[in-house]
Nanobody, 126 residues
Framework: QIQLVESGGRSVQAGDSLRLSCAAS????????VGWFRQAPGKEREFVAG????????YYAESVKGRFTISRDNAKKMVSLQMNSLKPEESAIYYC???????????????????WGQGTQVTVSS
């Protein structure tokens, strides 16, 4: 079992950069594929980025490719999301998630997600 706590969300201007962090507790963080999802008001939760257990493979939503970078540090039990060139339509609550699946693509489809964080708010103003 792990618990996930996100941080780093705040209000920024369009075009700004922001780094989100997700800290995990528990001894088995490295056994999970982890990733980020987001949910805007009135919209469904959507996948943003995922990274495999070892950190060797990353997977991104098409809308964020080239602007967002996901990384993890298993020793520190942290996963981060570097977001560049933010757009107003990316304002949302960003959630960290952990899955038993070995595949970041499977995590993107919501498969075997066992743990969610409480979310952190990102607001992008034009």
């Amino acid at each position: 079992q792990i618990q996930l706590v996100e941080s780093g969300g705040r209000s920024v201007q369009a075009g700004d950069s922001l780094r989100l962090s997700c800290a995990a507790s528990g001894r088995t963080f490295s056994s999970y594929t982890v990733g980020w999802f987001r949910q805007a008001p009135g919209k469904e939760r959507e996948f943003v980025a995922g990274i495999t257990k070892s950190g060797n493979s990353q997977y991104y939503a098409e809308s964020v490719k080239g602007r967002f970078t996901i990384s993890r540090d298993n020793a520190k039990k942290m996963v981060s999301l570097q977001m560049n060139s933010l757009k107003p339509e990316e304002s949302a609550i960003y959630y960290c998630a952990a899955s038993d699946t070995p595949s970041a693509q499977a995590l993107a489809r919501g498969i075997d997600i066992d743990h969610w964080g409480q979310g952190t708010q990102v607001t992008v103003s034009s």
